[in-house]
Nanobody, 131 residues
């Protein structure tokens, strides 16, 4: 069965960095887009970043551009989310998800930011930011 496991969450100070990992079992990443979403207490699940199976194009939410980087390592079947300059607005549970669609930017047929385009999710890893 396909299994997604996130890791790397923890507690950091404002301005600090973390790298999250999403390791995916029994799935060929050549045919799947991978997204990172987050959900803070009392809020819905929102898109953070995505690496598409459409030529490996990457996408970022405006609130993380310039701070976060998504990286895929096919040899390890792992997708990383490198997070720098973490802010008090970033604490949340972070989830990775898979999509069979060739996800693209907002306004195109398959929008990466739409959580309903994703087929599977991991259990999440928690990120906390202290002042």
């Amino acid at each position: 069965q396909v299994q997604l496991v996130e890791s790397g969450g923890g507690l950091v100070q404002t301005g600090g960095s973390l790298t999250l990992s999403c390791t995916i079992q029994n799935l060929n990443l050549d045919y799947w887009s991978i997204g990172w979403f987050r959900q803070a207490p009392g809020k819905g699940r929102e898109g953070v970043s995505c690496i598409s199976r459409a030529d490996g194009n990457t996408y970022y939410a405006d609130f993380v551009k310039g701070r976060f980087t998504i990286i895929k390592d096919k040899s390890k079947n792992t997708v990383y989310l490198q997070m720098n300059n973490l802010q008090p607005t970033d604490p949340a549970t972070y989830y990775c998800g898979t999509s069979f669609r060739p996800l693209g930017p907002m306004g195109e047929r398959y929008e990466w930011y739409n959580r309903f385009e994703y087929d599977r999710w991991g259990p999440g890893t928690q990120v906390t930011v202290s002042s």
